[in-house]
């Protein structure tokens, strides 16, 4: 990480990297990003090129970069040392599109596939891999990448890319149940990043992170002060889901009375696609209904968190919703119009979605729609509960 005014003057690229640090007004980081890349003086230097992606995927457009991210491969320099350089960048782009996308699998590969490159580069690429891993619950792996890097000796130093590093350890030690160590790591992280006027909840949401830590630790209301700066910060910048993200990290941390932040914030990282975290937030959220005796909304909230994990093939938290699910009460038998009873059976059968609308002459939405109402009235998740809760009734 450069600091935000680096780079040279009337340099777009170093624009959009500026605006993005300051951490206010998104559309127009990705404006100046975008304007980056089709300008003549930014398009051809891979540097220039890495900091609109950096601006492009802190501003949510993940699209864009992606389109673009194999310019960072482009008229690769004969010299070793400067291919690898691109080459590595070109991982970590692509590993956190892969990951803000959802898609923690690809995540892992490409981020433990890096090129070797001096140091600074490769630990921010184990410092991205670290983060993967705690996503999808490989604790142990993330422990030892950490340990294999020597994360505790680089830190002892300070650097441009100490934040990061503080980070991915920081995350370690809460999934391993030290809050108390996650959330110094996050507040130095904080303290360091400010000290380098890196003002973004965009580039790493440390208060919210250090707030979920505070509140692991029992510090709640430590919590509820760093969660309600997050949103502040993050409603600066406006992107959906980083905004989404801190309404979550508030109603986790408000308890009961956060119930109604964590149904906006699901609404929000639906929006933007944010798998990940919409897992999270829709069971947490599932645990607060059924808490509250509402195990009919409780069980759709899990349903939706296991399809969610599903489609990020994050195999811990598709084992917490379908252990949430397996806990709740049976639902209560709710009848099958005829068209829904025909439309499962088809289901149950193997038939698509396209396959089972020329059956029946309806069009794809509707069997969609059609098998949305099975699901709900039978209480399953998706297709493969269906045999066992159709022979059930």
Request: contains cysteine; positive net charge; aromatic residues 4%.
């Amino acid at each position: 990480m450069s600091r935000p005014d680096s780079g040279r003057t009337g340099c777009l690229a170093a624009m959009a990297i500026h605006q993005t640090f300051r951490g206010a007004n998104f559309p127009e980081a990705a404006r100046l990003a975008q304007a980056a890349l089709d300008a003549r003086s930014c398009r051809d230097d891979p540097v220039c090129v890495w900091r609109a992606m950096v601006g492009l995927i802190a501003a949510g457009d993940l699209v864009t970069a992606g389109a673009h991210a194999e310019r960072l491969l482009d008229d690769v320099n004969p010299d070793l040392a400067d291919e690898r350089r691109r080459r590595t960048m070109h991982a970590q782009v692509r590993g956190q599109i892969a990951r803000l996308s959802g898609d923690l699998a690809t995540a892992r590969v490409v981020l433990a596939d890096t090129p070797p490159a001096r140091s600074s580069l490769r630990l921010l690429s184990a410092a991205l891999l670290i983060e993967v891993l705690v996503d999808a619950g490989d604790v142990d792996e993330a422990e030892k990448t950490l340990l294999a890097n020597d994360f505790n000796h680089e830190l002892c130093r300070p650097s441009a890319m100490r934040p990061m590093l503080l980070t991915a350890r920081a995350a370690v030690h809460l999934a391993k149940g030290h809050p108390l160590a996650a959330y110094i790591d996050y507040l130095v992280c904080g303290q360091d990043f400010l000290a380098m006027d890196v003002t973004s909840t965009a580039i790493v949401p440390w208060r919210g992170k250090a707030a979920l830590a505070a509140h692991a630790a029992q510090r709640v209301e430590l919590a509820q002060q760093l969660a309600a700066a997050e949103l502040a910060a993050a409603r600066r910048w406006g992107e959906p889901r980083v905004v989404g993200t801190a309404l979550s990290t508030l109603g986790r941390v408000r308890g009961d009375d956060g119930t109604a932040l964590l149904t906006d914030a699901a609404d929000l990282l639906a929006a933007a696609g944010a798998q990940h975290e919409l897992a999270a937030t829709r069971l947490e959220l599932g645990r607060r209904l059924a808490a509250r005796g509402d195990t009919r909304a409780a069980r759709g909230e899990y349903a939706s968190a296991h399809t969610s994990a599903t489609r990020t093939g994050n195999p811990a938290q598709l084992r917490q919703a379908t252990e949430a699910l397996a806990q709740l009460a049976p639902a209560p038998a709710q009848a099958l119009t005829r068209q829904e009873d025909l439309v499962a059976g088809l289901a149950e059968a193997g038939l698509s979605n396209r396959a089972i609308a020329q059956r029946l002459f309806l069009t794809v939405h509707t069997v969609e729609a059609h098998l949305s109402n099975v699901y709900r009235k039978l209480g399953v998740s998706g297709r493969k509960d269906l045999s066992g809760a159709l022979r059930a009734r």
